[in-house]
């Protein structure tokens, strides 16, 4: 059928902006299919569901305002993930985050993701301390080991989202990687191959 909306993101954002009307069913989809994502994203780099939903609405705002502002010199992805990561560094500007977290939020959509990757870990012990030290990353290794190991990005997707180059992401993401399995064998060494 023609009146049939497209899935994917990219295109959900072409018919968005080609639709003579700002508040149309091709709008509210884009609207709809881009708010889990930037909650994800915000949430990685707020660490506090309350700040990643406050995230998320500015974003859904502001997309809503200046979609037309989107050139398409990058994926829209691309462009959104730079609307979250803005909005997510004017929040904590602003001072507005409501406490300092140290450890990873108990989100179920950032849980399930580190558990998905961690399920092959028996002791539940090895999991909370594997979410305890991807808080403890430096935002960058953070956001990079999120949006490749966790999200599927490539490096050079990640590296684009991020508007560093593709070498350096590699490099952070590395380091984040490095740092995790570091932290993990020396709390439990006999995760260690006997090689």
Partial sequence: MGDELPRDLEALADAARSSPSAAGPA???????SRERVYRWALVRTGDPDDADDVAQEV???LHRR?????GRSRFSTWLYRLAANAAAELHRRGRRRSEVHGLASDETVTAALDERIAGL???RIADAVRGFF???PDRQRDLVDLVDLQGYTAAQAAEMLEIEPATARTHLF???RALRERLLETYPTLREDR
């Fill in 27 to 33: 709008m509210a989809a884009l609207l709809a299919a």
């Fill in 122 to 124: 028996a002791d539940r």
């Fill in 135 to 137: 808080a403890t990353l």
């Fill in 175 to 177: 380091r984040g990687r």
């Fill in 67 to 71: 979609l037309d502002q989107f050139g």
């Fill in 60 to 62: 859904s705002m502001t």
